[in-house]
């Protein structure tokens, strides 16, 4: 029996104004190599100047992990040559990072929560990009320069479960933090998967390949699973020691494999050492002050939900999984819906139709407000839930408008009023004497039969309730 060891790397992009260490924008630029500058150019002369924007944010993160948040942390230069990085380095943050050792718990199946301890998270830059088209390979500089967080965990994941699990629940801190847009289609945010196995009981890590650059949660896992069976397969058939060696891997989407893509770099294969153009970063108090502007983040708000709200806790997480849901859900209930009905109503019926019509949360044609609104004229009996439901379909489809008026126009204002649905009940009764003859011998079922036709009778918006109690009523 096996256990498989998992670490990520993961590199995120800061949503900066401008680039690491010169001012050129991060935006997406019409053309190639528009957002550039000498220093980012690397133009010899050119000194670069670390954006102060970039470490502020670096610092939210690491006080959002309860990491150690360097007061002083220094820049290296990792050297490599490729054509995207025309100084020939990157750099980066090696020995000293600005965030170390810090957690972060992730929420498993059965409910409960483990462990996993961050390693570090540095800042560095980001390298451009080669372009291969036909017979020629371009390259766009746009990208060069811009800031990364690179979020290295400790080997503390032992399934692809968990290892997905931790990269939620990161991609949903870095987005509540508002530090960046973690758009893993745009590349803003990508993993490295490290993975090992190692016989059960043995303390030693096994040897680890390194997966690079994978851009979404099912192909993490996949790779994963691809590993773990050829790490076990060439462990049990006695040639681990051949096939398994330090190496990158690439996840191949086509192929649904990992493949070889080069030998295992070490560090000095890198000529890593202080850049001589940059000075420690110190922080000020007035940076720590900005970045310990923390929003509510989703352990809390799970916590806040279950003991406050008392809804239930898996609700609570499919809720605070992504913060623009959280955020639609805390403004339903600013409009009075009650807390366990929004959950439902959002999760079910708004979250149902949205899917089918390939709406996101963030476009959803009906807004937090009109759906609290909505709900609340379903707790006050002013619309039944069916009626609710219809006017959602409407809503769907159309313009989002006044509630009271679609209550209107649609004819689903629910009736309360006893006098009215009494008139309804004496109606139905007169009409169906012998019916009423056998309840009254003992037949009770009949009872569903008194409520459908009284239902059937007001068009659907008799008050069920009311309907109910003014029948038991009048059946004696
Ligand atoms: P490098 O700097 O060469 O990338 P690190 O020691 O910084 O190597 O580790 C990188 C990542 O690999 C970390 O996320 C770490 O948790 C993970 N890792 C280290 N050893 C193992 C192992 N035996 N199995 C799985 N992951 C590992
Ligand atoms: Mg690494
Ligand atoms: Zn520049």
Redesign the pocket.
Known sequence: MFET?????VHVQLNTKTKLFCACPTSFAEHQNTNTCPTCLALPGALPVVNKEAAIKAMRFGYAINANVNHTSHFDRKSYFYPDSPSAYQITQLTKAIVQKGEVFIDLADGSQKRIGM?QAHLEADAGKNMHEGEYSKVDLNRAGTPLMEI?????MRSSEEAVAYLKKLHATVRYLDISDANMQEGSFRC?V???I?PKGQEA????V?IKNINSFKFVAAAIAYEVQRQTEAYEDGVYEQEVYQETRLWDVDKGETRSMRG????ADYRYFPDPDLRPLIVTEEMVEEAKKIPELPDAKVKRYVEVLGIKRSDALVITSNKELAYYFEEMLEHDAVAKTAVTWLTSELLGRLNKAGHDIEDSPISAATLGDLLAKMSDDTISGKGAKEILDHMMENESRDIDALIDELGLAQVSDDGAILAIIDEILANNQDKVEQYKAGKEKLFGFFVGQTMKASKGTANPGKVNDLLKQRLG
């Open positions: 060891v998992i670490g990520l790397e390693t290295v965990s400790d080997p503390d490295d490290n993975v090992s190692r890590y096994g040897t680890r390194e295992k770099e070490e560090a």
